[in-house]
């Protein structure tokens, strides 16, 4: 063959392969603009973005409540008063620094003043807080504990060798007088270790130890406090038949199976629940011998690779753990079982009370019941979750009552039930009409009347006023001409009447009402407003504005807000809403490649209603080149109706992907900017789920996806979330047997239908979604004969945790390529590397 001839055919080669990428992009290749996405890391962000809402703490003793506000002048404290519709700051900043460097002896100004801890005491007139100081100290360990830990001479000499610790200087401020005062010998408090579980009245502490239950009193606590291995204390056991997988408390869900065995008789939680007079509590004992186990294995681990073992049910599996109540008498330290047993492999949930908004900034909490001193109220629900017992469980006599049975042909979904007079009178929410509301009944579960009706959906009860008999309630969808995911907060009679909305204004609102339902603190925004916070008194009158957020860095480096859009799904009927995300630098003569950030739902939808920080996969992701789309799916959502939240019951692997498709078509039609050609795709979890099952079911119209940690195959996910939105039938026997079938479409099943550019990831220890879902994808695309790609994020859980960073640069490499054309990207992440101070080693 000659020269000329040979040549002639790479030529050819050439063009063919020049052709089949522009085929694939469309496009010349254009530069991604990594410079402008890096102005947006994560670590940057927190320069130009600061408080974005007012985090109210209110008082006990007053209406009054106080919070913390930073902007780009450095951080202030406020005391507010909404009798007299005031705001104050605490204290003077440039004064009281001052007088902290004299004490402290390290130099302070107004705008770096490093207070911690703060919180009001006495009569509410004086507060308390901690200032951390560069002076060393030693702290030296108790010498018998560190030698009953070690196992020979040098490890315990180690061991008692003096700790150092930066300095804690404590002070009280009064906010009359403003006088501060340095509390020399002042000793805080020691935090309640996790194992402890402390009676209300504070003079029992129960714990698990070796499977087993056991309790001290508090001067044993006051020991254990100062040194949990000293040898004088006394603690006594309650059970002694607790064993492995079917203990009475500290069976962590995940452990390293090295640790489990190091740990096995050290104190741990036993996550009970207190009667509030502390005569009794309840704990839920889980036998989980028969569930089988499964496993990861840390490769990265040192000096060797390390393996994880835990109780995993998964979908239609027979071997379910079985749950059994406990009541003990607190005095006798006796217990019964609560009889409870209705359903088939049913689960049981014990609803803790809710806690007072005044009682935050407290030392200790107790977790106690939601009920009386003789009563408390849980839930009963079969494992296909069609059906839900709202009950009631006498503590002296462990018998329990079904007071309100919710019965639906899907899964059903309920709330904590709302005590009136400790439960003469319940309110209920229900989505039974196929919309949430809330229906007020007897002690005894007759209907007495539906408090809220109509095509809107209520969230969640905030607050009940007994005495004038008011519901306050969070709710969505009502108001009209707003985006029905926008929260609000409204009042209602119990009798129905009277209904009225708090905080009017086209807004996303988040807020916090008083223990007194008097006032309540309301931050506002949308995804394109800058967040702002007001307060408001019970019938919604404003009585002063509180802050805006200072967004002036943010937007100094360029940033614009995204913009709202609603389309129809794919049925032309049903509203969707969304969010669109275009580079800083737009322009309107270009085009641009579209891709969509999903999560499928359907306990929630990746679409943001108000403002937050630029996101990696939406707003920075944008700015290397793309059009980032989020939008809502029928079936993705539990904040609209009944109908729309179930729709994908049934066909979870499909039930998103032509609404996905049609909202890009239509935006395709309405901005000449969007390239339909060049459309990719990405989601984490269920998003990577949904992401390659895009691919696969539309692949001549989805070309490029990124497909994290996706529960590709639900089949092997957990059975909680899986049968509950798939669905699980429930089968009986002649002979009266139950088993329970399941059957799911998984993304391998289709992998013959890849035609674009894949790549999926996945956390090698993902103890969630394990990294079999992924390698079963990966297993089909090889049997099919495809070409894909593939990250193995070595050491990470579900979240990707400290390589987060990375992740998002192989993200935006992957959409470089294959949409922009542009494969420039060296081996080094210089966006990354940059921002590293290089240090010696």
């Not at 005044?358 to 069609?386: A, Q």
């Not at 994908?648 to 078509?665: F, M, P, Q, T």
């Not at 390698?775 to 987060?804: E, S, T, W």
């Not at 921002?835 to 010696?840: G, H, N, V």
Request: proline share 4%; hydrophobic share 35%.
């Amino acid at each position: 063959m000659s020269n000329k001839i040979f040549t002639g055919k790479i030529f050819s080669y050439l063009l063919l392969a020049s052709s089949l990428l522009i085929s694939t992009a469309e496009v010349q290749a254009q530069h991604a603009n990594y410079k402008l996405a890096a102005k947006f890391s994560p670590q940057k962000q927190k320069k130009m973005v600061f408080s974005t809402s007012v985090d109210a703490h209110w008082l006990k003793q007053s209406d009054r409540f106080w919070y913390e506000y930073e902007t780009t002048d450095g951080k202030n404290w406020y005391i507010v008063n909404p009798a007299t519709a005031s705001k104050k700051l605490m204290f003077d900043r440039v004064k009281l620094a001052a007088e902290l460097t004299r004490i402290v002896r390290d130099p302070f100004d107004a705008q770096h003043l490093p207070i911690d801890s703060l919180k009001f005491i006495k009569d509410e007139r004086t507060i308390q807080f901690q200032v951390k100081s560069s002076i060393e100290e030693e702290i030296k360990p108790d010498s018998a504990a560190a030698k009953k830990d070690s196992t020979d001479k040098k490890s315990a000499e180690k061991k008692a060798k003096p700790k150092k610790q930066k300095k804690t200087f404590y002070f009280e401020y009064n906010l009359d007088s403003q006088q501060l005062t340095e509390l020399t010998d002042f000793k805080r408090p020691k935090k309640r270790p996790g194992w402890a579980s402390i009676s209300p009245d504070q003079q029992t502490i129960v714990f698990a130890r070796e499977f087993n239950l056991y309790w001290m009193d508090k001067a044993n606590y006051e020991k254990a406090l100062q040194n949990e291995d000293d040898s004088t204390i006394v603690e006594h056991a309650i059970t002694k038949d607790g064993v492995d997988n079917y203990a009475y408390g500290g069976d962590e869900y995940s452990s390293l199976n090295t640790e489990s065995k190091k740990d096995k008789k050290k104190r741990k939680s036993a996550r009970i629940l207190w009667s509030p007079g502390s005569d009794y509590f309840v704990l839920n004992r889980v036998d989980k011998r028969d569930v089988k186990d499964l496993w990861v294995i840390n490769s990265i681990a040192d000096p060797r690779p390390t393996l994880e073992t835990y109780k995993y049910q998964m979908p239609g599996e027979k071997e379910a753990p079985i749950q059994h109540i406990l009541i003990f008498d607190n005095k006798t330290k006796t217990s019964q079982e609560v009889p409870l047993v209705h359903f088939k492999n049913q689960d049981v949930s014990i609803w803790s009370g809710p806690r007072k908004k005044s009682d935050r900034d407290d030392e200790w909490h107790p977790y106690v019941w939601h009920g009386t001193n003789n009563y408390f109220y849980l839930t009963r629900t079969s494992r296909d979750l069609k059906r839900i017992d709202v009950m009631k469980v006498d503590a002296k006599t462990a018998s329990a009552s079904t007071v309100i049975e919710e019965r639906l042909n899907t899964y059903v979904e309920t709330r904590r039930v709302g005590l009136v007079n400790g439960g003469k009178e319940l309110i209920q929410w229900s989505e039974q009409d196929g919309w949430a509301h809330f229906y007020l009944y007897d002690e005894n579960g007759k209907l007495k009347n539906q408090v809220t009706q109509g095509a809107y959906h209520c969230e969640d009860i905030v607050n009940i006023d007994e005495k004038n008999r008011v519901l306050y309630f969070t709710a969505n969808g009502r108001e009209a001409g707003e985006d029905p995911y926008y929260m609000h907060l409204y009042r209602v009679n119990f009798d129905g009447s009277n209904l009225k909305l708090l905080n009017k204004g086209d807004f996303d609102h988040n807020m916090s009402l008083d223990d007194n339902n008097k006032f309540f603190v309301d931050n506002y925004s949308r995804v394109n407003t800058t967040p702002q916070s007001a307060l408001y008194n019970n019938e919604g009158k404003k009585i002063m504005d509180l802050e805006t957020a200072d967004l002036k860095n943010l937007f100094a480096v360029g940033y614009k807000f995204p913009e709202i859009f609603k389309v129809k799904a794919d049925d032309g009927i049903t509203d969707l809403y969304g969010v669109m995300y275009k580079p800083f630098d737009f322009d309107s003569t270009k085009k641009y490649p579209v891709v969509e950030y999903v999560y499928p739902g359907p306990q929630t939808e990746a679409v943001n209603k108000s403002f937050s920080k630029v996101a990696d996969r939406t707003d920075r992701l944008a700015q290397i080149g793309l059009i980032v789309v989020t939008v809502g799916n029928r079936g993705g959502h539990p904040s609209r109706s009944k109908w729309y939240h179930n729709y994908g019951y049934g066909n979870l692997r499909d039930y998103g992907l032509a609404d996905k498709k049609a909202a890009i078509e239509q935006l395709a039609d309405r901005y000449d900017f969007i390239d339909i050609d060049r459309v990719g795709i990405h989601g984490h979890s269920g998003g990577g789920f949904m992401s390659t099952a895009a691919m696969l079911v539309y692949p001549d119209f989805f070309k490029v996806a990124v497909s994290s940690s996706g529960n590709h195959d639900n089949s092997i996910y957990n059975r909680w979330w899986s049968e509950k939105h798939h669905g699980v039938q429930e089968h009986i026997t002649e002979k009266g047997d139950t088993t329970f079938l399941y059957n799911i479409e998984k993304n391998p099943d289709l992998a013959k239908n890849l035609k674009g550019h894949l790549m999926l990831t996945t956390g090698d220890i993902d103890n969630n979604v394990h990294p079999a879902n992924t390698v079963r994808v990966i297993n089909a695309l090889i049997k099919a004969n495809k070409r894909f790609d593939f990250l193995l994020l070595p050491g990470q859980r579900h979240g990707y945790g400290n390589m987060q960073e990375w992740f998002f640069w192989n993200l935006a490499d992957y959409y470089s390529r294959w949409l922009l054309g542009d494969f420039s990207q060296p081996v080094n992440m210089i966006e990354i590397q940059k921002d590293i101070p290089q240090t010696r080693g």
